[in-house]
């Protein structure tokens, strides 16, 4: 399943996604028209809350399936009492029940292997089982196979991301660690704009047929040959590039498999 990073952005009302005139509260509802999952961003900034996702999910189209991720106050800004925060992310994401497909953690650029951050990483994926989770590491010193073997002994899902090529990030993988379950970032390839560190010009990038063509041929001809189905979303929001570059790579999917 394709979907994009979030739904609601007003850009995409001015870019052609939306229906000129579109209110944030109808926008998931036609979002739904095109997709059957998307990821909440929101859940990052915002602690997730069991009353605003209940009515999310009594408002959204019926075959919609979410992913979430953590809050920033553990993974980012880490406060003293990350674990206290960890439970009330637990509390409030129950309200989506069997529709949440994953917990997404996602890990600063600066995080990288140490003795520190291993334990912390550790404690908190004990934290947060039973549910499902999938981690995605920004440090490239996390690609190893030993964090391999430790993510398929816990069956926590590696996110495989496409990004700029730029020495210290994660490489672009097709390693499973949880055969129920792939799961793909994709935050474009602005090589200029990934180290503006500007969040507009990041992720303002539009991948072209032939790019994601490519990609279907090697990084996922090999993760669904080894997952039982999986979920790629598209973080490149800007003028709408997220929707359109989801629904092309759907095309050239559903392509293959026909």
Same mark, same amino acid.
């Given at each position: 399943?394709?979907?994009?990073?979030?739904?609601?952005?007003?850009?995409?009302?001015?870019?052609?996604?939306?229906?000129?005139?579109?209110?944030?509260? %109808?926008?998931?509802?036609? =979002?739904?028209?095109?997709?059957?999952?998307?990821?909440?961003? =929101?859940?990052?900034?915002?602690? #997730?809350?069991?009353? !605003?996702?209940?009515? &999310? *999910? *009594?408002?959204?189209? %019926?075959? &919609?399936?979410?992913?979430?991720?953590?809050?920033?106050?553990?993974?980012?800004?880490?406060?003293?009492?990350?674990?206290?925060?960890?439970?009330?992310?637990? $509390?409030?994401?129950?309200?989506?029940?069997?529709?949440?497909?994953?917990? /997404?953690? $996602? /890990?600063?650029?600066?995080?990288?292997?140490?003795?520190?951050n291993r334990r912390f990483l550790a404690e908190l994926l004990d934290c947060?089982?039973?549910?499902?989770? %999938? !981690?995605?590491?920004?440090?490239?010193?996390w690609a190893v196979d030993s964090v391999f073997v430790e993510l398929e002994?816990?069956? !926590?899902?590696?996110?495989? !991301?496409?990004?700029?090529?730029?020495?210290?990030?994660?490489?672009?993988?097709?390693?499973?660690?949880?055969?129920?379950?792939?799961?793909?970032?994709?935050?474009?390839?602005?090589?200029?704009?990934?180290?503006?560190?500007? &969040?507009?010009?990041?992720?303002?990038?539009? =991948?072209?047929?032939?790019?994601?063509?490519?990609?279907?041929?090697?990084?996922? &001809?090999?993760?669904?040959?080894?997952?039982?189905?999986?979920?790629?979303?598209?973080?490149?929001?800007?003028? #709408?590039? *997220?929707?359109?570059? %989801? $629904?092309?790579?759907?095309? /050239?999917?559903?392509?293959?498999?026909?």
């Amino acid at each position: 399943m394709t979907g994009t990073s979030g739904y609601s952005y007003l850009e995409w009302v001015d870019n052609g996604f939306y229906p000129s005139g579109t209110k944030s509260t %109808a926008m998931l509802g036609l =979002y739904g028209h095109s997709f059957s999952i998307v990821e909440l961003n =929101y859940t990052w900034y915002q602690m #997730a809350r069991s009353d !605003v996702l209940t009515r &999310m *999910a *009594a408002t959204a189209p %019926a075959h &919609m399936l979410f992913a979430a991720k953590l809050t920033r106050t553990v993974t980012h800004e880490r406060v003293e009492n990350w674990r206290e925060e960890v439970e009330r992310y637990r $509390q409030g994401i129950s309200a989506l029940k069997k529709r949440l497909v994953a917990i /997404l953690v $996602q /890990l600063p650029p600066d995080f990288d292997r140490t003795v520190s951050n291993r334990r912390f990483l550790a404690e908190l994926l004990d934290c947060l089982q039973p549910l499902p989770v %999938a !981690v995605e590491f920004r440090h490239a010193s996390w690609a190893v196979d030993s964090v391999f073997v430790e993510l398929e002994r816990r069956r !926590v899902i590696l996110v495989s !991301v496409d990004e700029p090529d730029l020495p210290g990030l994660f490489p672009c993988l097709d390693v499973v660690t949880n055969p129920s379950l792939f799961y793909v970032r994709f935050h474009g390839r602005n090589l200029q704009g990934w180290r503006s560190g500007n &969040m507009q010009k990041k992720f303002d990038y539009d =991948y072209g047929r032939e790019e994601l063509q490519k990609w279907r041929e090697t990084i996922f &001809m090999k993760l669904a040959s080894r997952a039982d189905r999986g979920i790629i979303f598209f973080n490149n929001h800007v003028r #709408a590039q *997220a929707p359109r570059n %989801a $629904q092309l790579l759907g095309s /050239l999917i559903a392509e293959n498999v026909a």
